[in-house]
């Protein structure tokens, strides 16, 4: 039986948006993984997944801020960003004339739901439903496995200062590689600022592992192990503190079922192993 793509090669037609700008990272990866690669037009420069995207295609955005004009040249059929941190950039493309799609996920089953939504906007909802079905399998996998594991205490920052805890889908993630977030009643705010933590709390919190991905910049290390609000927690006493790349963790796409659940159950394991010696 042909696939959605054979399909349309013997047909020589071609469903959908033809060229596509990509405004973060994970749309990219996942129309690559689709193998519709050919649409893409235009990408953000923190693209590094994968890593021949940024050799073929023009970069047109950071993630707050954009070049309106450079993408309008592109003559896209469509945008599409995350975010509301892109709402900004959204509206000036909307303005512009442009056809603008933003998601706005926030937890693990959204983010799976918006990356079938993109499949289906390509023509590609069955390549689609079959990589998303591979990743939830090895999430209930991982899931199953931790289930009677002793809980190591999460401590992530998705930011210094103001020190920021986990996103959701993250804070989700956390408790699937069987690790216990302790901001875990933050997760349900969508927005960053809401998320925002007093260091003498997390101290309080007594974490057993402390996970840096500070989006944007990387991780001070001495500033995080020399906290004075810290210096009594497993986590430093024990020296599992660890920063993990955004592109795998705070990008919501494949990457984060490819390599930032595997890397993230990893540390778990860590902080487990240093919490029985």
């Not at 801020?65 to 892109?86: A, H, M, N, Y």
């Not at 442009?98 to 590609?124: C, D, F, K, W, Y």
Request: hydrophobic content about 40%; proline content about 5%.
């Amino acid at each position: 039986m042909l696939d959605e793509r054979s399909r349309r090669h013997q047909s020589g037609t071609m469903f959908g948006p033809r060229r596509i700008v990509c405004l973060t990272e994970e749309t990219t990866e996942l129309l690559y993984l689709l193998g519709e690669e050919q649409r893409i037009v235009g990408i953000s420069a923190y693209t590094v997944r994968p890593p021949e995207a940024r050799k073929r295609h023009p970069v047109v955005s950071a993630f707050v801020s954009g070049s309106v004009e450079k993408i309008r040249r592109l003559k896209p059929d469509l945008v599409v960003g995350f975010s509301d941190i892109q709402a900004d950039l959204a509206a000036s493309l909307i303005r512009a004339g442009l056809p603008v799609l933003v998601t706005n996920q926030r937890s693990l089953e959204e983010i799976l739901e918006s990356m079938q939504m993109l499949a289906g906007i390509v023509g590609r909802a069955e390549r689609g439903a079959e990589l998303i079905g591979r990743w939830r399998q090895a999430m209930e996998a991982t899931r199953r496995s931790t289930e009677d594991q002793l809980r190591p205490a999460v401590f992530f920052q998705e930011w210094d200062e103001p020190l920021i805890s986990a996103i959701r889908w993250v804070s989700e993630l956390i408790e699937l590689v069987g690790g216990r977030d302790i901001f875990a009643e933050l997760r349900e705010a969508g927005l960053a600022r809401d998320r925002t933590i007093e260091p003498a709390e997390a101290g309080r919190r007594n974490p057993d592992l402390i996970v840096g991905s500070w989006c944007g910049k990387a991780m001070d290390h001495d500033w995080v192990r020399n906290h004075p609000d810290w210096q009594q927690v497993p986590a430093i006493r024990n020296n599992q503190i660890y920063e993990m790349d955004p592109s795998i963790i705070l990008q919501p796409g494949p990457a984060l079922f490819l390599e930032g659940m595997q890397t993230l159950q990893s540390l778990v394991d860590r902080a487990r192993r240093a919490m029985t010696q």
